[in-house]
C-alpha cells in the first residue's frame, strides 16, 4: 500500500476495521466501507462524517462493481470467534469461506492488485511450542480456524504475478476501538477490574495465548 489509492476494507465496521479504516484515512488513502452494520452506524459515524465511503452489504452478494477502482482490498469481514461460528455451521462455512472466496474472486477480476486477509494464529489450535511460524504445522480444533485455514489454501491458490495475497495470522485482539469487543479476554478482564474491582482469570492462570493490540495489527497492513 505504497500509493494513496483506494482501499476497500469489508468488515471495515467491526473491531479492527474501525481502527483500521481511521488510519487509512489518516493517511491519506481514500476508504471505501464494505459492512452489513449488524452493530449498527455508530461504530463508524465519525469516518462517514470524515467522508469515508459506507456499503451496506453483504460481502456474499454485494454488487461486483463496487470493487471497481480499488488498488487494495482487505478482508475483514467474517463471524468473529468460535462460539458465534459453532451456532450454525451452514452460515458460518457461507460467510467465513464462500463470501471470503466471492470477495477475493471479484477482486481479481476487477484488477485489484492487492489483497490482504486476516486470519488467526488459531490455525495452529495448541500449539505445539510458544514462537510459532508460518513454517510451523497447523492443527485447527474449531470450526471457526478449520475455516480460516481453509481459505487461507483457497486464497493462496488465486495469487499470481498481479494479484498478490497476503495473509495475517492475527494474535487475540484488545485494546479500545469504536466497535467494542468484551468477549476477548484482556478487554473483559479490564472491564471487570472496573465494575467489580477483581480481574477473573479462567483455568487457574496456567494457560497462556498470545495478544495484539488492535491498533498494532491496523499498523501491520500497511506493510502487508
Known amino acids: 500500500m505504497t500509493q494513496k489509492g483506494l482501499v476497500i476494507v469489508t468488515g471495515g465496521a467491526g473491531y479492527l476495521g474501525c481502527v483500521l479504516c481511521e488510519l487509512l484515512h489518516e493517511e491519506g488513502y481514500k476508504v471505501r466501507v464494505v459492512d452489513r452494520l449488524f452493530f449498527g452506524q455508530e461504530p463508524i459515524r465519525s469516518l462517514k462524517e470524515k467522508g469515508v465511503e459506507i456499503v451496506r452489504h453483504d460481502i456474499r452478494f454485494v454488487p ?121 479476554a484482556p478487554n473483559l478482564m479490564t472491564l471487570s477490574a472496573v465494575r467489580q474491582g477483581k480481574i477473573y482469570v479462567l483455568g487457574r492462570g496456567m494457560q497462556w495465548r498470545p495478544f495484539l493490540h488492535a491498533k498494532d495489527a491496523a499498523r501491520h497492513f500497511f506493510s502487508a
Open 64 to 184: 461486483e462493481h463496487v470493487y471497481e477502482g480499488a488498488d487494495a482490498v482487505v478482508m475483514l469481514a467474517a463471524l468473529s470467534n468460535d462460539p458465534t461460528c459453532e451456532l450454525d455451521i451452514e452460515a458460518s462455512t457461507s460467510i467465513n469461506l464462500h463470501g471470503q472466496l466471492r470477495t477475493a474472486t471479484i477482486a481479481r477480476k476487477m484488477g485489484v492488485k492487492r489483497l490482504v486477509f486476516a486470519s488467526s494464529c488459531s490455525v495452529y489450535g495448541t500449539g505445539k511450542r510458544q514462537a510459532l511460524t508460518e513454517d510451523d504445522e497447523c492443527d485447527p480444533v474449531s470450526l471457526y480456524s478449520r475455516l480460516k485455514l481453509e481459505c487461507e489454501k483457497a486464497l493462496i491458490s488465486l495469487s499470481e504475478k498481479d494479484f498478490c495475497v497476503t495473509i495475517l495470522r492475527f494474535a487475540t485482539l484488545y485494546g479500545l476501538a469504536p466497535r467494542m469487543r468484551f468477549d476477548l
